[in-house]
């Protein structure tokens, strides 16, 4: 057995927290050190996981015992820590989605290539037994060719001064950045590129700057259409439907568990609806942190190459960007449009 890869965690947050928690549940990775801006706070965490607590990002991912770093902060901070991390030919593993602007997206992706270090986003959705399931069955033909594609998730979120998705600059896109990205790349792996994307958002209830529900329509490559919904104030809802020309796949989640990862496949029921009748899908669960972890280790000791590295999470994050561009031009867009790079590119993506 290969030793374990020595990480730091940047981020000690309620995410940063359930990946660490997820390192005990397997010996691929061992965590060395962690870092925050609150002393505090990464000294609790520090003294509950076993390791230590930096002082600076610096001494974090500096420190020898280091290959690699989860980078588990807010997006907006993704470019800037990413970059240092390369810089210091540190493997990274970013959580979704790998930033908030395809600006800051190319920046990571071009400092990771140059220091030939390993590049891993976090989109584990698709990760999931239920989801490898419904891909099984898509390739087998089972729904037949699939016209439409309906995605939904909704969190209820702490939206308060304090935090950085209350603010606009900050989160852009609010829920749908957040969540409904999960469903970009999942639905992409699904049913393959999403060429046109409308987006519509609103301000309904919440009092943070973000709108606090959005909603991209889009329009796959192979004529498919679909939603992604998101929002963060709906209970705990994660659900998707597939309609095909043959069958119509009906995938739930009882979200009750979240953020408990591991147990999302147990509490997961797939249902495929044809003429003849109802069928009950079987799977195997998965632990889809524990799995994307994993893979990342391999990664970094040269025997795998990430699912999810650069071009899936930027395919990922262009839809939500064309969402957003839709809805400020009041028309659809083409996704192609933002995804090529132009001399000159206009940081406003992420006003």
């Given at each position: 057995?290969s ?30 050190t ?53 810089q ?8 979704k ?7 800051d ?13 390993v ?162 899908m ?32 930027m ?31 206009a ?5």
């Open positions: 057995m030793d374990p890869v020595g990480v730091a965690l940047i981020g000690t947050g309620m995410w940063g927290r359930r990946l660490a928690e997820a390192l005990r549940r397997t010996h691929a990775l061992r965590l060395v962690c870092y925050s801006r609150d002393a505090g706070r990464r000294q609790a965490f520090a003294e509950s996981l076993g390791c230590l607590a930096a002082d600076s990002l610096e001494a974090a991912i500096e420190n020898d015992g280091v290959q690699a770093v989860l980078l588990v902060t807010p997006n907006h901070a993704h470019a800037d820590a990413a970059t240092a991390c390369a210091r030919g540190r493997h990274l593993f970013v959580e989605p790998i930033a908030d602007t395809l600006e997206g190319r920046r990571i992706e071009a400092a990771c290539r140059q220091a030939g270090v590049l891993q986003v976090g989109h584990c959705f698709r990760r999931l037994g239920a989801a490898r399931r419904v891909k099984e069955l898509l390739e087998e033909g089972a729904l037949g060719e699939v016209l439409l594609a309906e995605a939904h998730f909704s969190l209820p979120a702490r939206l308060t001064p304090d935090t950085w998705r209350y603010y606009r600059s900050t989160c852009p896109g609010g829920p749908l950045m957040q969540l409904g990205i999960h469903h970009a790349d999942t639905l992409q792996y699904w049913l393959g590129p999403i060429r046109r994307v409308s987006g519509s958002f609103a301000h309904v209830v919440t009092p943070a700057e973000i709108d606090d529900v959005g909603i991209a329509m889009i329009e796959f490559e192979s004529g498919a259409r679909g939603v992604i919904d998101g929002n963060y104030l709906s209970p705990k809802t994660y659900a998707l439907r597939l309609f095909g020309a043959k069958a119509v796949l009906e995938y739930v989640t009882d979200m009750t568990i979240w953020p408990a990862a591991e147990r999302m496949d147990p509490a997961t029921v797939l249902r495929l609806r044809a003429a003849d009748g109802e069928e009950r079987e799977f195997a669960p998965r632990d889809m942190v524990v799995d994307e972890l994993e893979e990342f280790a391999r990664s970094v000791r040269g025997e795998a190459t990430p699912e999810t590295g650069a071009a899936e999470a395919a990922a994050l262009a839809v939500i960007r064309a969402a957003i561009a839709s809805h400020e031009m009041g028309a659809p867009v083409t996704v192609a449009e933002l995804t090529v790079p132009r001399e000159g590119l940081s406003s993506e992420g006003q």
